[in-house]
């Protein structure tokens, strides 16, 4: 199993950016995914998570309103649109198969003026 991430890092408060997530070594269609995020100092949070087919998501509070997950199953891709980002935005961004331990090696999303 392989997962990973790609399209971090430093955005200006308020700004964008989406980060994708390649997965392979698995039937990405069965399983659901999420994004977890470690901000300096602190341990890993669970940020957003979708479903296997994509009819269900849910989001870390701080984030509703401004991020959006998405998948495609056809390109074994897991995305997390990502706007009007705030300082407390920052951290390593991680992309997980649900219900494994199998996570990506992470990538780095710095919000700062």
């Known amino acids: 199993v392989e997962l990973m991430e790609s399209g971090g890092g430093l955005v200006q408060p308020g700004g964008s950016l989406t980060l994708s997530c390649i997965a392979s070594?698995?039937?990405?269609?069965?399983?659901?995914m999420s994004w977890y995020r470690q901000r300096p100092g602190e341990g890993r949070e669970l940020v957003a998570q979708?479903?296997?087919?994509?009819?269900?998501?849910d989001y870390l509070d701080s984030v509703k309103g401004r991020f959006r997950i998405a998948r495609n199953n056809g390109k074994n891709a897991l995305y997390l649109e990502m706007n009007n980002l705030k300082p407390e935005d920052t951290g390593v961004y991680f992309c997980?198969?649900?219900?494994?331990?199998?996570w990506g090696r992470g990538i780095q999303v710095t919000v700062s003026s």
């Open positions: 979708i479903s296997n087919l994509g009819m269900s998501t």
């Open positions: 070594g698995f039937t990405f269609r069965d399983s659901g």
């Open positions: 997980k198969r649900n219900q494994y331990q199998h």
